[in-house]
């Protein structure tokens, strides 16, 4: 009798996403995390801009994108964005902001400032599934607006 070889179980999980967000409202920020908990991400957050780039250069391989605000006290999220993206080059930034922004005008204006994702403010709890999809499709190499 031949022995009859087990198909090892097929993993079906979608791979569990850890963000840096950066947001000087702490409001904001709890609301943030929270959605994206809901939405199994694992975060980190900081509402010092500066303490979070100190945080990253530390642990830049523990994240796979930042969200940062755009307007911050001691340092904008454009100085954020270039700050990680020298510390690693292929991380990937999501602005949150309260403005309507389109990609091709943003990239217009602000032609050194690397963008692969936009959130529109202001973010309710029950916007995990929307912001889990703009990550996730962000993730994937898609530039993506909610």
Request: charged content about 25%.
């Amino acid at each position: 009798m031949q022995a009859v070889e087990k198909p090892e179980p097929t993993e079906t999980r979608q791979k569990t996403f850890s963000v840096l967000l950066i947001d000087e409202d702490a409001d904001i920020l709890t609301i943030f995390k929270h959605s994206l908990a809901q939405a199994g991400m694992h975060t980190y957050g900081f509402t010092n801009p500066m303490l979070a780039v100190e945080h990253f250069r530390r642990n830049a391989n523990s994240y796979d994108i930042v969200v940062t605000d755009i307007r911050m006290p001691h340092m904008s999220g454009f100085q954020v964005a270039r700050a990680v993206k020298q510390i690693r080059p292929d991380i990937k930034v999501a602005f949150a902001t309260s403005f309507d922004i389109k990609k091709s005008e943003f990239d217009k204006v602000f032609p050194s400032t690397e963008a692969d994702a936009f959130i529109t403010k202001p973010v309710k709890p029950s916007f995990s599934t929307e912001i889990s999809s703009v990550l996730q499709h962000t993730l994937q190499g898609w530039c993506y607006k909610v």
